[in-house]
């Protein structure tokens, strides 16, 4: 299986109950300057993790040890403000595969799928029932299944479907980009191409 795969997803999280997160506070702009990818995740979120001497603030969640997990789970409008790549980046590299919410920026959302970050849905209910899961108890396990397109709570079974374009599923299934599909169908284009002749 191709390493970017994502099928399903059981773990714990991090929640961040704070809406309308722009990506100026995922990732701040003086940090747009590298065109790697990597090494974005260290300054996710990096004015609300660390005081003005670099030091961790205690009170941020993802300074608090309590947490961890590879899914992020936000308050609704996740992702607003400007179109910078480098919000879904610094997500990924931090250790996330998903990112829970009542509603995306449409151009997060696209960022994410395009870079192996899957964005899931839910309704203001069930991400409600979510943070109060992970107040309760931070161990709460949560299960995404792109497959089924389904998130459960894993202690009590409470489960939502949401929605994903067909075609970027199928990319993060596979592994694929945009490129890696192409090439996955070549032999359909070459066939396709002998009638044209």
């Known amino acids: 299986m191709n390493a970017k795969a994502i099928n399903k997803i059981s773990s714990t999280t991090v929640p961040l109950n704070i809406e309308n997160v722009d990506t100026d506070q995922i990732i701040p702009a003086r940090f747009l300057k590298a065109t790697s990818r990597d090494g974005f995740g260290e300054n996710l979120f990096r004015d609300w993790r660390y005081d003005s ?44 595969d998903v990112v829970v919410s009542s509603f995306f920026a449409d151009i ?20 409600e029932k979510v943070f109060t899961a992970i107040e309760k108890d931070p161990s709460t396990q949560i299960t995404v299944s792109l497959q089924d397109q ?48």
Do not use: M
């Not at 799928?113 to 991400?127: D, H, R």
């Not at 389904?150 to 945009?178: H, M, P, S, V, W």
């Open 150 to 197: 389904t998130i459960t709570l894993d202690a009590t079974g409470d489960r939502e479907q949401f929605e994903i374009n067909d075609y970027k599923k199928t990319c993060l299934l596979n592994g694929y980009d945009d490129i890696d599909f192409l090439l996955s169908i070549r032999g359909d284009i070459e066939k396709f191409e002998t009638t044209l002749a």
């Open 108 to 127: 997060f959302k696209n960022n994410s799928l395009n870079n192996f970050l899957l964005p899931v849905t839910v309704s203001e209910a069930f991400l």
């Open 53 to 96: 001497n670099n030091q961790p603030k205690k009170d941020f969640v993802l300074n608090d040890p309590t947490y961890k997990g590879k899914i992020l789970v936000a308050a609704k409008n996740f992702g607003c403000g400007s179109s910078r790549e480098h919000a879904a980046w610094a997500i990924k590299d931090a250790g996330f």
